[in-house]
């Protein structure tokens, strides 16, 4: 079992190193309204739903859910149809994360160069060998004109 204590100590080293706007918008009341609102719009009224939608909006701004996969969370998580998740999906992306865009698109590719940092020195700390790339030989053999 995952020690409560542990969790809260990892989010709050990974919200330190979040970019201001993120961390603002993570615990911004008006995006708290925003979800709330949506959440009526599409018939959401249960506790459980609304936990589970604010728990998906703060993965996304956490960099831990890319947007493009945020729907499908939505559906198969939430149980909800394709259609209705991608309407929710859409309505949060357009009301919360594309005023985040370009902060968001800097967190996910630092996030991307970090993993491949660590599978790299996973690679190495196996003692495994980084195979060479493999050379393509792009020289024409039939020696003709392309035009």
Not at 114 to 135: M, R, V
Request: glycine share 2%.
């Amino acid at each position: 079992m995952t020690d409560p204590k542990n969790s809260k100590d990892i989010f709050w080293k990974e919200y330190e190193k979040l970019p201001d706007i993120i961390k603002d918008a993570l615990f911004s009341e008006e995006n708290f309204t925003i979800v709330s609102s949506i959440c009526e719009k599409y018939n959401l009224k249960d506790d459980e739903s609304k936990s589970q939608l604010m728990k998906y909006v703060g993965k996304t701004l956490m960099g831990k859910l890319p947007i493009k996969e945020f729907f499908i969370n939505l559906e198969l998580e939430m149980n909800l149809d394709t259609k209705r998740a991608r309407e929710i999906s859409d309505d949060i992306d357009r009301k919360i994360f594309s005023h985040l865009r370009i902060a968001l698109n800097k967190l996910y590719t630092s996030n991307v160069a970090e993993k491949d940092i660590l599978s790299d020195n996973k690679e190495e700390e196996k003692g495994t060998e980084k195979k060479p790339p493999i050379e393509i030989n792009n020289t024409d053999p039939y020696k003709e004109s392309l035009i």
